[in-house]
């Protein structure tokens, strides 16, 4: 089996394009390119990129954090809907979680659609639990967002269960012939 490697990196400018179709594609057009621009010149947020050379889609998945307070506030975990059910969202939630982590960051949390019990799951598997509900949240719809918390980043035991989620998402990604590269 030929392995494709994933390459995890911060996002830039020059990614804008990419990042506009991975957003229309995932959300059908949440942020603008301003939008984005803003986030990319921001020095409290981090928005990280999965790319992969051997797949036709540019950006396969990105997520973002804001940094505010000793918070990670999670605002954006988006795989192409090409890519599902791979490990490539556990991937990026992990790195999403362990970029807080360097950053000395205490606790994370994010808002999430009701429905959206994939991504409930997902949340769940990292330790993140409900805090709060956000009545009519989204307005495209008018559905409830589920408010989630994960306290205790900066926890020794947070930092071992971060190593061995690290060793799990591996596996998990080799599962389905993928081999992650790092790069800043």
Not at 65 to 72: D, K, L, M, Q
Request: aromatic share 10%; with cysteine; net charge negative.
């Amino acid at each position: 089996m030929i392995s494709s490697k994933l390459k995890l990196q911060s996002l830039t400018s020059k990614d804008l394009s990419a990042i506009l179709e991975l957003d229309q594609a995932c959300f059908g057009g949440l942020w603008t390119m301003e939008g984005y621009q803003r986030e990319l010149d921001s020095p409290n947020s981090d928005l990280l990129g999965l790319f992969s050379p051997t797949s036709p889609i540019k950006l396969l998945g990105m997520g973002c954090f804001w940094s505010i307070v000793g918070e990670a506030h999670i605002t954006i975990l988006a795989v192409h809907p090409q890519y599902h059910r791979q490990g490539l969202g556990q991937a990026l939630l992990y790195f999403l979680l362990r970029t807080a982590c360097d950053r000395g960051l205490e606790r994370a949390t994010l808002e999430v659609r009701a429905s959206n019990l994939a991504a409930i799951s997902l949340y769940q598997k990292f330790g993140f639990q409900t805090a709060g509900r956000r009545r009519a949240y989204y307005q495209d719809n008018g559905e409830d967002a589920l408010i989630l918390w994960l306290p205790d980043l900066q926890y020794p035991q947070f930092q071992e269960k971060l190593q061995h989620w690290e060793t799990i998402i591996q596996d998990d990604l080799q599962k389905y012939s993928w081999s992650l590269v790092i790069s800043q």
